[in-house]
RNA sequence: GGCGGCAUAGCCAAGUGGUAAGGCGGCGGUCUGCAAAACCGCUAUUCCUCGGUUCGAAUCCGGGUGCCGCCUCCA
């Protein structure tokens, strides 16, 4: 089954042809500024099963996931709390690999540093030069928009109408209101790379430009990121490397849509957002994966909390089924194929399909378990673990190691001779107080059972 | 002002020409000491609205209304 993806360039959908066996993915990272939203995590858990998908496909994928740790923000809000802009950026950068790590989220292949390719930078800046496409000035050096006729091809602007827009940043630097910065000469105090141009460091944009092509080369296969990054960011990503070089950037551009809060897109400036951590005080981190993925990636969609209720009742009907399967099927089996789901899922990434045929599964399931079917309990499991491997769920598996698992069969053979004995009260005692730290024990016709939420 | 997207049940959400997936919630039933879980049944004759095309439209076209995003740092 051919994977194809909605590209935002061409407007349609688009088969992923990669020129080898390997995928090559460029998925815009952070900009370690701030600490990790709930609105960023969509991206990255969307991206993390993309790139289990074409695993299971066959491909090999290397995904570079830049860390943009230096540029305006990073060195105002460093200030303002009185540290070293690096300490901010790294404390950041390892918050978000925190964060990302608990939901289960594969590294990148490369996670590279704006900071660690300046040489990189400066050559493409020098490029742009060259070729007449960039101007320096001031120990600035900015890109001439107007130089380059494909400018907006992307974001479908068009120059003429950008400019009567009335929120464009002038600078007595710039040419034409219009010019973004590559460049960007060092004020006192503020830290600064020597470059041909002076002390100075890299203008937003260009770090993304420069590191594709380090890792990936010309014309990779996908480049992802932030529907808010469409215009300006990834205009002028393209704007930069194709004036720079005449080669062509990404092939294919794929944009996860915004995760909005309360009617409205999050936002680092305002403060309107959910901090990621805060979500795993409350939550299991397969819950915001479930109740990211139930969502087409280029729908808008509201986080809140009736969401992931929901998200977590709709999970803990899988982990449920898990229990139970567990003692008739105790070796869990994994398929190796499942066309249905590598349909849905070739068809730009229907995760909603792909996560309904989740439950049609734990549907099968269940019928299986309450009929005593084996054959079919144990095909539905294995079909089911390999759609959850895929999507990148993490269901938990072990059920606490030796010591714990003798504790609690001691408490189920306890609730066991309580009910034997006739002493409900004290048996509904026992099963509510295990309740309060998160275990749920049920009564079934096999006997008493403990599961975790 | 310019560009783009979306409107599907109480809620979330698939479906892009052939007669409405899935989840949550709710109601009834089975099972149970009671629960829980699970299973069975029910829960949108209809897809914002008005026109049009078609044998046939939630799906295509046009007009309205409403919401969101981008045009400024943002995933």
Not at 63 to 90: H, P, Y
Request: charged fraction near 30%; charge should be negative.
């Amino acid at each position: 089954m051919q994977v194809e993806l909605f590209d935002t360039l061409s407007r349609q959908k688009k088969p992923l042809e990669p020129k080898d066996n390997t995928v090559r993915i460029y998925h815009c990272g952070m900009t370690v500024q701030s600490r990790p939203h709930v609105g960023h995590l969509r991206g990255y858990i969307v991206m993390d099963a993309l790139r289990r998908f074409l695993r299971f496909k066959g491909y090999e994928v290397r995904l570079v996931q830049n860390i943009t740790d230096i540029d305006d923000k990073v060195i105002e809000k460093s200030r303002a709390e009185g540290i070293d802009w690096r300490m901010l950026a790294e404390r950041n950068t390892g918050e978000l690999l925190t964060v990302t790590d608990a939901l289960n989220i594969e590294r990148p292949t490369v996670m590279p540093r704006a900071t660690q390719h300046i040489e990189e930078i400066i050559n493409l800046v020098s490029q742009i030069i060259e070729k007449g496409h960039a101007y320096e000035s001031e120990g600035d050096v900015y890109f001439d928009v107007r130089s380059y006729p494909a400018y907006g091809k992307l974001s479908g602007k068009r120059i003429d109408e950008l400019e009567s827009g009335a929120r464009i940043e002038p600078s007595e630097n710039k040419r034409d209101p219009l010019d973004f910065a590559v460049w960007k000469a060092a004020k006192p105090a503020e830290p600064y790379w020597y470059s041909p141009w002076g002390k100075g460091r890299p203008g937003w944009h260009i770090e993304c430009s420069a590191m594709s092509a380090h890792y990936l080369g010309s014309e990779f296969d996908l480049h992802a990121g932030g529907e808010d990054l469409v215009f300006p960011h990834h205009e002028n990503e393209i704007a930069q490397y194709e004036a720079a070089t005449g080669k062509g950037f990404a092939k294919a551009w794929m944009h996860v849509e915004m995760l909005n809060l309360a009617g409205e897109k999050m936002s680092k400036s305002t403060g309107h957002l959910v901090l990621a951590s805060d979500v795993f005080d409350k939550y299991d981190p397969n819950v915001l994966r479930m109740f990211t993925l139930r969502v087409h990636y280029r729908a808008q969609t509201e986080y809140t909390m009736e969401g992931m209720d929901e998200a977590q009742a709709a999970w803990e009907r899988i982990t449920t089924f898990l229990t139970a399967a567990e003692s008739l099927v105790p070796e869990p089996a994994l398929a190796s194929e499942y066309p249905e789901l590598d349909e849905v899922l070739s068809d730009d990434f229907n995760t909603p399909k792909a996560v309904g045929m989740v439950f049609d599964l734990v549907k099968q399931g269940n019928e299986a378990l309450a009929s005593g079917n084996k054959d079919k309990l144990a095909e539905a499991t294995a079909k089911l673990n390999l759609a959850l491997e895929i999507l990148g769920f993490a269901p938990r598996r072990d059920r606490g190691g030796g010591d714990i698992q003798t504790l609690l069969d001691l408490l189920v053979s306890f609730r066991t001779e309580l009910r034997k004995a006739k002493a409900f009260k004290w048996a509904d005692k026992l099963r509510d107080m295990i309740q309060a730290v998160g275990l749920i024990m049920e009564d079934t016709k096999e006997g008493t059972r403990i599961r975790f939420r």
